[in-house]
């Protein structure tokens, strides 16, 4: 045979081989997607890269809008909190409590020797022998004044002298309440140094104004301290505490007081508590262009404390909208895009306005419906080259 004739033959073999051997047919390429003028994406209803799509139903569910997040802190409820002061001056004997003690309202927590106690004593001793005088005295007034009227029907008296007797009886009530209310004052004087009428010598023993703990202490046993204005002592109720933060300006029309609050603690991570939004500031910070946001928290349990840092989250809504799979929404030509199946291989790319992501939830404000069948993976398939 010639060597041509022999070559021919042998090629003619081997595409004959090729086109019967299944494991040749493999090299085959297979069929491509194509992008219609419309934007759709087509596949051949063969073509093995469907399997590597997965389509789901858009759902729904309900998405946090306009939600606004800022810094802050636990604070003290300043309508729990009470500064002690002395009443009197005087040295301090004693003090019943220690820094962080808890105390019950009225419980003794200072014992002070002060000269004012006797001399409150004094006043009411000489407040009540007073209203004695003046009661002796109306008594007299009165009784004269009868006896002149009595002599004035028969004539025996002018009548100058019963009104001028019955003048002398009013100034003797007048003396009268007057030496009663200045009774009742150093009786009040007393009851406020928590002393006894009638006795020398008492010590003044200062009671918790309010439950709760023992925040401060700037007084010790042995020290004379005669500034009755100056806090020695200062008592927090903590049963419910406050949380304060700065909200930004552009923010602040979001929240109203009353609200509900979200609030977690870098004490406590992975622990979300509940407030309410008790006071708004009337003023912004110039600085920080923001605005002091407090919000009461319960603490009766007591794991709140005072400067502990927070982080605050306020929900202005919460809407029912479609939700897609973050891996669903890609970006083509500056735009969010998801793609929809509309039927068997065939995909359209639908521009979509989003929310911000929840939990690896996208909430879609405009372009898709609850019930649209979308493509959740495998969407770099679709794309354009």
Request: net charge neutral.
């Amino acid at each position: 045979m010639k060597p041509k004739a022999a070559v021919s033959v042998l090629m003619l073999i081997v595409l004959t081989a090729c086109g019967t051997d299944p494991s040749a047919r493999q090299l085959v390429a297979p069929p491509q997607k194509t992008f219609a003028r419309d934007g759709r994406v087509i596949f051949p209803g063969d073509s093995p890269q469907l399997a590597q799509i997965r389509v789901e139903e858009v759902k729904t569910a309900s998405v946090p809008m306009d939600v606004v997040e800022a810094p802050g802190k636990i604070e003290v409820n300043p309508n729990r909190v009470s500064h002690v002061v002395l009443p009197v001056a005087g040295r301090v004997t004693a003090v019943a409590v220690r820094l962080g003690d808890a105390v019950v309202q009225s419980q003794p927590i200072i014992a002070l020797e002060s000269p004012d106690s006797d001399a409150a004593v004094s006043v009411l001793m000489q407040a009540e022998a007073a209203v004695a005088q003046a009661r002796v005295a109306l008594a007299k007034a009165q009784a004269d004044a009868d006896r002149l009227r009595d002599l004035l029907q028969h004539n025996a008296a002018a009548q100058k002298d019963v009104l001028n007797a019955d003048s002398i009886v009013a100034q003797s009530k007048a003396a009268l309440e007057q030496s009663e209310a200045a009774g009742k004052q150093a009786a009040g004087r007393l009851a406020i140094l928590g002393l006894e009428p009638g006795k020398f010598g008492q010590v003044v023993r200062i009671l918790a104004p309010v439950p709760g703990k023992v925040l401060e202490i700037s007084i010790a046993a042995g020290e004379f301290r005669n500034d009755t204005a100056a806090p020695v002592m200062t008592i927090a109720d903590l049963s419910t505490v406050w949380v304060s933060a700065d909200v930004p300006e552009s923010a602040i029309r979001l929240i109203d007081p009353g609200e509900r609050v979200d609030i977690e603690l870098t004490a406590y991570p992975g622990e979300v508590l509940h407030g309410r939004v008790m006071r708004i500031a009337d003023t912004v910070d110039p600085q920080t262009r923001t605005v002091k946001v407090r919000a009461e928290l319960d603490n009766s349990k007591g794991r709140l404390r005072p400067e502990m840092f927070a982080r605050v989250r306020h929900t202005d809504s919460m809407p029912v909208l479609p939700v897609v799979p973050s891996s669903a929404v890609v970006q083509e030509q500056g735009k969010n895009v998801v793609y929809r199946e509309e039927s068997r291989g065939i995909f359209a790319a639908v521009p979509v306005r989003t929310g911000e992501p929840v939990k690896g939830m996208v909430p879609i404000l405009e372009g898709l419906r609850p019930g649209d069948r979308i493509v959740t993976g495998g969407v770099m398939l679709l794309k354009r080259a």
